[in-house]
């Protein structure tokens, strides 16, 4: 799955293309933090099975914000973010709820997916596949089945909810990704599990990160 620091660097290539003027050190770090929001629905795990990737990644999350948002800028006397920070902070803080949306949530719908409407309604989905163009199939995708659905059969039409399925993460007692070490449970030593704290697991995820490190360096100077 995309790491924290994968997120935070699409988030400011994002935040680099849309505040204009209005990027800086103080902007970058608000949009960085909202960013991060999401995948704090981790620490929750060990006390509410399956709460990753769905508590703080369902789109009620970000439609929720931006509720709050529009209301205190639109529909209020006075507007206490405008009044507060200005038109700059009123266009930080809608960057930085479309940051939630583009850079913390959607990339995690295309890899392993996501509880969108958690919780009105538990299940996960994803969003995967492909399109090209084929000189002898015409044109293929595979993100939207357009087939007749086949008869359920089995656990394994079963829909993922947070009752039958949750992301292993490094604070389970049992990571998804791991190594024993002896401990057969006759006196021998004890189990040794390897814990990975993923910072890039794919060359293109390797890729954004140090881009979106440029990009914003450059930008933060300019500013």
């Known amino acids: ?9 699409i988030a400011l290539l994002l935040a680099a293309a849309l505040l204009g003027e209005s990027f800086d050190g103080r902007s970058a770090l608000v949009v960085a933090a909202a960013t991060v929001l999401p995948d704090l629905d981790v620490a929750l795990e060990p006390l509410l099975s399956g709460a990753h ?37 009123v266009e930080v803080a809608f960057v930085a709820v479309a940051c939630v949306v583009g850079a913390a949530i959607v990339p995690d719908l295309v890899v392993g997916g996501i509880n969108a409407l958690y919780p009105i309604h538990d299940q996960f989905y994803t969003v995967d596949g492909r399109l090209f163009y084929s000189t002898d ?8 089945d357009l087939s007749p659905p086949e008869p359920e059969s089995g656990s394994g ?67």
């Open 1 to 9: 799955m995309p790491s924290t620091l994968v997120h935070v660097s």
């Open 53 to 89: 990737r769905s508590v703080g990644h369902t789109f009620l999350f970000p439609a929720l914000l931006l509720a709050v948002l529009v209301w205190d800028v639109r529909f209020r006397s006075q507007s206490a973010l405008r009044e507060r920070y200005g038109a700059r902070g």
């Open 137 to 144: 199939r015409g044109w293929v995708q595979t993100f939207v």
């Open 157 to 223: 039409s079963q829909p993922r909810t947070t009752r039958n399925f949750d992301f292993r993460t490094v604070l389970d007692a049992e990571p998804t990704l791991g190594v024993e070490n002896g401990g057969d449970g006759g006196g021998g030593e004890p189990q040794r599990v390897e814990r990975l704290f993923p910072v890039a697991m794919t060359g293109f995820r390797a890729w954004l990160i140090p881009l979106a490190a440029f990009v914003t360096a450059v930008r933060l100077r300019r500013a």
